[in-house]
């Protein structure tokens, strides 16, 4: 019997058994892998340490600028590049357009000045076209929303651009096309990076003396009498339910959920990553801490050195690059396993990053968890699904629980809201 039972040992789970055990709640977290931290745990191949994915810690707010204090951290000021067709452009290519040719700059600031007005039911092509002009808009986002969302542009809803992407002036165009020296207009002003232990290093902090079961993946829940069957065949009975599991997943487990929420979650679907890893005996692989990729026949779309986040992540002299490719039920991988550390290898080469020769160590694993993907109407059949889930006595928290796209400090709020449902208990 676990008063509060909290599936999921990531950021989200790890936040909401923090916060309860802060209040005298008796909180257990069952993570279904063999190591708790989800999308935050890393991995080691060799000497050199890799994150899921690129990571840093941003975040503007208090309670986990609390956590970040007492981490020892190296601070960058971002400067990530966008590589297509044999160039280099600084981010954001629609304010960096300096690398171009004379006729394709001017033909992309006239189709800028002339973009077309602002509607407000715009899907995410229009929504782009109206911001940046066809010509940026077709050239750049576009073609990476095909590679990073699976989908193409018109397919999604603009529900969760936020901040991410700039708006540049006219007059930011201009200068940007006509000199290299632009001020960052990048997003976020700084962001922090464990000097060491990797992006974990947060999550160890916050799970320190907590109660983490691992190996322990929950196959399914009643509700009504309020206990949890693991896959290796225990039972466990709670008071309160928090779960972090991806709510499509959430919703396979639980008895009598209703056709209709069964179909929307059916509906709800997310982008998986294949990553590769690759550690160099020589320094300076790569010349960017981080860069896109445009390239259609280049299958990754992003890539990190995660050296150059901190120098703890290699050996000495030595240097490492991670790449990203996305795929989804509407995309499948183009290359698995080998073939694609093998065409990562060739794009290292040919976009002069490293040479073949230096790899000492490389890996290929899959998260199959990636991004939510903001289709149309997603949000509607989402909260649909999180009704249901709550008059169920669940509260569904993180990335996937929410369904949302959410970084790792909103994971750190989601979890805290755990406080809320205190007082039923
Ligand atoms: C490519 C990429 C880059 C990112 N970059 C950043 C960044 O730079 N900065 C930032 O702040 N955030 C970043 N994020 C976001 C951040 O990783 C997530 O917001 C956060 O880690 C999600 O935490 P979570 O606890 O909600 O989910 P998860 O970390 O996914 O944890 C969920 C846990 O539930 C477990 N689980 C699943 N099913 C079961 C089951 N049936 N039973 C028991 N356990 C189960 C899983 O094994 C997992 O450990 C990035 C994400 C991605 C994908």
Redesign the pocket.
């Known amino acids: 019997m676990a008063e509060i039972l909290i ?9 909401a058994a923090g916060h309860a055990t802060k209040a005298g709640r008796e909180a257990v977290i ?4 063999e190591r ?6 890393n991995f080691t191949v060799g000497g050199f340490r890799f994150d ?8 503007n707010n208090e309670p986990f600028q609390k956590v970040l204090d007492g981490i020892d951290c190296h601070i960058h000021y971002p400067e990530p590049y966008n590589y297509e067709n044999g160039r280099w452009l600084k981010h954001p290519v629609q304010n960096n357009l300096f690398p171009l040719p004379a006729d394709e700059k001017v033909e992309a600031i006239l189709s800028f000045m002339d973009r077309p007005s602002m509607d407000e039911n715009a899907n995410y092509r229009e929504w782009l076209e109206q911001q940046f002009g066809t010509v940026i808009a077709e050239r750049y986002p576009c073609r990476y929303t095909e590679k990073y969302w699976t989908v193409p542009p018109e397919k999604m809803s603009t529900d969760w651009i936020g901040n991410r992407l700039y708006r540049p002036s006219l007059e930011e165009v201009l200068y940007g096309a006509m000199t290299d020296e632009t001020p960052s207009t990048y997003y976020l002003p700084r ?1 922090l990076y464990p000097k060491k232990g990797g ?1 974990r290093a947060i999550l160890e902090k916050l799970a320190r003396g907590l109660d983490i079961r691992t190996g ?4 399914h829940i009643d509700t009504q009498k309020k206990y949890v069957d ?2 290796e065949g225990s039972r466990e009975y709670y008071d309160l339910l928090v779960s ?3 709510l499509p ?2 919703i396979g ?1 639980m008895d009598g959920v209703p056709q209709a929420v069964q179909e929307a979650a059916a509906g709800l679907w997310a982008t998986s ?1 294949a990553l590769v890893s690759l550690g160099f005996r020589s320094p300076g692989a790569g010349q960017h801490l981080w860069f896109y990729i445009y390239d259609r026949d280049i299958f990754p779309s ?1 890539a990190h050195a995660p050296y150059r986040k901190s120098p703890d992540n290699a050996p000495p002299d030595c240097s490492s690059l991670q790449f ?1 490719t996305y795929f989804s039920r509407f995309k499948p991988l183009p290359l698995e396993g080998e073939a694609l550390v093998e065409h990562v290898i060739d794009t290292v080469e040919k976009l002069g990053l490293a040479e073949k020769k230096d790899i000492v160590d490389r890996d290929y694993r899959v ?1 199959p ?3 939510v993907v903001f289709d149309r109407d997603m949000v509607e059949r989402r909260d649909y699904v999180l009704k249901h889930v709550g008059e169920c006595g669940i509260l569904s ?6 369904w949302d796209y ?6 750190f709020l ?2 805290r809201r755990v406080l809320e449902h205190l007082a039923v208990l």
Do not use: T
């Open positions: 599936l999921g040992g990531g950021i989200a789970g790890i936040s069952f993570e279904a892998a708790w931290g989800g999308l935050l745990d899921r994915a690129v990571h840093f810690a941003f975040s962001m992006f322990k993946r929950a196959v693991f896959e972090s599991v991806p997943e959430l487990m990553i992003r990203e998260l968890y990636g991004n928290v993180g990335r996937f629980g929410e959410l970084w790792s400090d909103q994971c989601s979890g």
